[in-house]
Nanobody, 127 residues
Framework: QVQLVESGGGSVQAGGSLRLSCATSAYTFRSYCLGWFRQAPGKEREGVAAVDSDGLTRYADSVKGRFTISKDNAKNTLYLQMSSLRPEDTAMYYC?????????????????????WGQGTQVTVSS
């Protein structure tokens, strides 16, 4: 069982920045597919950013150029740097992980691609 713990959420004004962290207990962290998702009230959970074993990334069109996903294999930690935040970025943010084998080839962007989830961290952006 892999545990994921998010932190770094909070309330900011539009144009501000936040850095989310996701600490994991994954033994072979480097081999996992990893992603960030968000869910606003009344909306479905959507992919924000994902990264594979080689560091290849994928972003939702709505966050391209503003958000950056990264990981520290030595610390078993996933990050999401969010800049130029907008009110529409307000949501609960979740990190997710799944082990598909020795390596994760290609970032996975669907919630159904993941089986381990954190508890979420709230991000609120005011105008």
């Amino acid at each position: 069982q892999v545990q994921l713990v998010e932190s770094g959420g909070g309330s900011v004004q539009a144009g501000g920045s936040l850095r989310l962290s996701c600490a994991t207990s994954a033994y072979t962290f480097r081999s996992y597919c990893l992603g960030w998702f968000r869910q606003a009230p009344g909306k479905e959970r959507e992919g924000v950013a994902a990264v594979d074993s080689d560091g290849l990334t994928r972003y939702a069109d709505s966050v391209k150029g503003r958000f950056t996903i990264s990981k520290d294999n030595a610390k078993n930690t996933l990050y999401l740097q969010m800049s130029s935040l907008r009110p529409e970025d307000t949501a609960m943010y979740y990190c997710a992980a799944r082990w598909y084998g020795r390596v994760c080839k290609g970032p996975r962007f669907s919630p159904s691609d993941y089986n381990y989830w954190g508890q979420g961290t709230q991000v609120t952006v005011s105008s």
